[in-house]
């Protein structure tokens, strides 16, 4: 596409970007300015650029400081003299809402939108049709005075026409017969008729008409016909002027083809408000027919609901990493058609960006009647499709919220609509949740939690609890698996499995994990040296947030301190972080191995396993997850077999099978005669204070050949 003028990104900002200095929360903000806000510019105590925060993230998470909210993907910062195209080019490629723009000192200078791009190129066609009116004027006068400047009419690029009073055509120049494909001699003597199009009705004529004859002018977009054929939009300009020699009427035509400035016009119309892959509208153009509802509806007495439904695809990060881009396109692509066909012609089905998509259902009559629509979505959705061979399987998670009941605006029902979705991922994945209140609830729990665990750390509230690992043939304590505890009086009942995940989430984590990595071997090394075999290991949960270079430097000189005391670090980490098709990943396992380290995978069997890859990574131990050993009493013989099915697998790989959470004698016993290796549970002991830990270990040190622990 041809913009053919020079329009800069620095001409096109966008006014509803706020910039924010990175140590401010949302809460620190006007409320007015956040209204209008569609994101974020963060800027350091200098005034220079750090990136940009979605408004959505930032509604969702209004006690974080905005430095903690910038996304580590977005495109780099365009200088302000980027022409428009490169900039539009970027927008599709990198399916982001906004960019920012620095000036040529590389100070921030502003944001631009589709949309702020799409109205400055607006603007600059008005500009320039003005400036074209200015001419005319210009050149009218020089007619009047009965002296046409033949160079100006022959030169312009302008097609111009003059007809008598009663519209027979007297002259045209070079440019009218270029655009229409009529010569001069085919044109005079004709009537403008010659070019109708027949677009236009006889309504539009009579104002026309009217115009000129009062106003002596008349100026606006129309529709005609070359001799060809064809059909084109021009920009013309009539005016009446009277010739005072023969005290006649003429009429001037004055006219530009404006087909490429309407093909630019409805491109940019397609991107500011569709979404290039699926074809949908975006997430602006549905805010924008949501808002005109809400509006309409608040005037109208006829009291009907309109719901916003949030759909998010459940695994589709698995269906890009293991088939491939092209094969995730075309899901998205089929699942966008397959939700416009779940839906009504009146109801709007956007894509938001990612595996995201939403429905705005316009009009609905009752809660069962809403009820029927989203589960048709949820139908329509869940389950098999085929692309080029493959079978991908699609599971989605739904959102509902609605007007009036749940909020009375449109950026109300987006942010609740985005926290039922949540929600519905929360419970479990491939569910539908309405919004209720008490889903805010949650949210704002998860806010005090995280203040919670801020404070926690820089007071130093954390500790760790230590639990033994036994080997079932010796039933000797060989190693210990070490986790985290909060003693912080707000957090109190809180335990690991809940705050882990909000620490990953906030970052907290890498501070968090480097702690219980250096403390706990510290404390191996201080307390436990006197009281353990050789070869004991050391277990300490690593979360995939973890898995960087940084935290490889960390652990090098940990796992040598402890070898050289002929202690083993074993990291423990989840089948989703090991099977991940990440070539750096494996590069640092396969670094932290070559070191002496050991790994684990933690919960095995909960996750997605690609089976092939088990036996091309350094694993050393699988810790059968417990929900399979609580089972095995339970259903008895299927759960056995499956667990002697994963423990000969394992052998078969040389990597040894840890049962986790073994609570009954039973469950021992069956796992040993399954030939499972080793296990850890409250069995044998619940995790526990070092001190008493370290006592634990040294009655088995003292009474090696007695009974067992
Ligand atoms: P996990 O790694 O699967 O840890 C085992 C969990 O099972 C522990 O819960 C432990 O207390 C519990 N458990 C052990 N034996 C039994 C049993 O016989 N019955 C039952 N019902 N439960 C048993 P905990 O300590 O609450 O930890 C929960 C999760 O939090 C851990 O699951 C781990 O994913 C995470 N976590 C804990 N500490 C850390 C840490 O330092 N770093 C990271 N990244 N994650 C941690
Ligand atoms: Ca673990
Ligand atoms: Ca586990």
């Not at 599971?395 to 449109?410: F, K, L, N, R, T």
């Not at 050789?534 to 070898?563: E, Y």
Request: with cysteine; hydrophobic share 40%; aromatic share 8%.
């Amino acid at each position: 596409m041809s913009l053919n003028h020079a329009l800069q990104v620095g001409d096109s900002l966008c006014a509803r970007v706020l910039s924010v200095p990175c140590s401010k929360r949302l809460l620190d903000i006007q409320p007015d300015l956040v209204s209008i806000t569609g994101a974020y510019a963060v800027l350091n105590e200098q005034g220079q650029y750090l990136g940009l925060v979605n408004s959505r993230e930032v509604a969702l998470f209004p006690n974080r400081i905005f430095a903690d909210l910038i996304t580590r993907r977005q495109p780099p910062p365009l200088s302000a003299d980027t022409p428009l195209e490169v900039a539009l080019t970027i927008f599709n490629h990198a399916k982001v809402d906004f960019l920012a723009v620095l000036d040529d000192q590389g100070q921030y200078c502003g944001t631009i939108s589709r949309f702020s791009l799409f109205n400055a190129l607006l603007n600059h066609e008005h500009q320039l049709l003005l400036e074209k009116s200015a001419l005319v004027d210009r050149l009218i006068a020089e007619l009047s005075h009965h002296k046409i400047a033949e160079t100006v009419f022959n030169a312009t690029s302008e097609g111009i026409m003059v007809t008598d009073e009663n519209s027979v055509i007297l002259k045209v120049n070079p440019a009218f017969s270029n655009t229409t494909g009529y010569s001069a001699e085919e044109a005079i003597g004709q009537t403008p008729h010659l070019l109708s199009s027949g677009k236009q009705d006889k309504a539009f004529y009579q104002e026309m008409w009217c115009s000129i004859t009062t106003r002596n002018q008349w100026q606006g977009e129309i529709w005609n016909r070359r001799k060809s054929g064809e059909i084109y939009p021009e920009w013309l300009t009539i005016n009446r002027i009277r010739t005072p020699e023969e005290n006649g009427i003429r009429y001037v035509g004055v006219f530009s083809d404006i087909s490429l400035h309407k093909e630019l016009e409805n491109t940019l119309q397609r991107l500011a408000y569709y979404d290039s892959l699926t074809g949908l509208p975006n997430r602006t153009l549905l805010r924008n027919r949501l808002d005109f509802l809400i509006t309409n509806r608040k005037h109208d007495e006829s009291n009907s609901k309109i719901a916003l439904v949030f759909i998010d695809l459940d695994n589709f990060k698995y269906i890009n990493d293991a088939l491939g881009h092209q094969i995730g396109d075309a899901v998205l692509i089929e699942v966008g058609k397959r939700l416009r066909d779940a839906m009504c012609e009146s109801d709007t089905v956007a894509r938001f960006g990612g595996d995201e998509f939403a429905a705005l259902i316009a009009q609905y009559e009752s809660e069962t009647s809403l009820a029927r629509c989203v589960r048709k979505i949820f139908d329509h959705l869940n389950g098999h499709i085929l692309i080029e061979g493959h079978e991908v399987f699609v599971s989605v998670s739904i959102g509902v919220a609605q007007y009036p009941q749940d909020a009375s605006d449109c950026d109300g029902l987006l942010q609740l609509a985005d926290i039922a979705m949540y929600r519905a991922k929360d419970s479990g994945r491939e569910q539908i949740s309405y919004y209720a209140p008490e889903m805010n609830r949650k949210v704002v729990d998860r806010l005090k939690i995280e203040n919670a665990l801020r404070n926690a750390f820089e007071n130093d509230r954390f500790w760790l609890a230590w639990q033994p690992q036994v080997d079932l043939k010796t039933e000797r304590f060989i190693g210990v698996e070490v986790l985290m505890r909060c003693s912080a009086p707000e957090l109190d009942g809180i335990g690991p499995d809940i705050f882990i995940p909000i620490a990953e989430e906030n970052g907290l984590i890498a501070r968090l994990g480097e702690w219980a990595l250096k403390k706990a071997v510290a404390d191996a090394l201080e307390h436990l040296l006197p009281v353990v075999d050789q070869g004991f290991r050391v277990a300490v949960n690593l979360s995939p947030v973890q898995l960087n270079k940084s935290t490889i430097d960390l652990v090098l000189p940990l796992a040598r301190a402890l070898m050289e005391k002929n202690l083993i670090l074993e990291i423990e980490m989840t089948e989703s972080v090991v099977m991940k098709d990440r070539t750096h990943a494996i590069g640092y396992l396969q670094t932290m191995a070559g070191f002496g380290i050991e790994f684990s995978i933690d919960d095995f069997g909960t996750g997605y396993s690609n089976l092939s890859r088990l036996a091309d990574l350094p694993i050393h131990r699988l810790k059968i997850d417990q929900s399979f050993i609580q089972k095995m009493t339970d259903t008895g013989h299927r759960m056995n077999q499956m667990i002697q099915a994963i423990i000969d697998m394992g052998h078969a790989l040389e990597i040894k099978v840890l049962a986790e959470g073994i609570e009954t004698l039973e469950q021992k016993q069956a796992l040993t005669a399954l030939g499972c290796d080793e296990a850890q549970g409250y069995f044998y002991a619940k995790p526990m204070k070092l001190a008493e830990f370290r006592a634990l270990l040294a009655k088995q040190s003292t009474s090696s050949d007695e009974s067992p622990p």
